[in-house]
């Protein structure tokens, strides 16, 4: 069994800052891509950014040049760091990895999510 585990979450005025942080635990062979997504009240879920397991990153346009996503392997964790943050980024925030498990089988799975509230 995988587990996600998001923290970093909460309440910030407009202009500053969070760090995001996803931990993956359980029977993991290696993880590919991991990602972070985010649903806003009413919208769908969008790709916010990703990360392969060779480094490379990719942005949504709407938050390129204010956030920042990197990846401790030996950790299995993925971090999301925001900056200029603005009330348009309030949503919840759900990583997700596409790993291998033990059976050598390859799945995705999600975190349970946390808030972000930008005040303007």
């Known amino acids: 069994q995988v587990q996600l585990v998001e923290s970093g979450g909460g309440l910030v005025q407009a202009g500053g800052s969070l760090r995001l942080s996803c931990v993956a635990s359980g029977s993991i062979v290696s993880i590919n891509r991991m990602g972070w997504y985010r649903q806003a009240p009413g919208k769908q879920r969008e790709l916010v950014a990703s990360?392969?397991?060779?480094?490379?990153?990719s942005f949504t346009d709407s938050v390129k040049g204010r956030f920042t996503i990197s990846r401790d392997n030996a950790k299995n964790t993925v971090y999301l760091k925001m900056n200029s943050l603005k009330p348009e980024d309030t949503a919840v925030y759900y990583c997700?990895?596409?790993?291998?498990?033990?059976?050598?089988?390859?799945?995705?799975?999600w975190g349970q999510g946390t808030q972000v509230t930008v005040s303007s």
């Open positions: 990360i392969t397991s060779g480094g490379s990153t």
């Open positions: 997700n990895a596409d790993l291998y498990i033990m059976d050598l089988s390859r799945n995705n799975y």
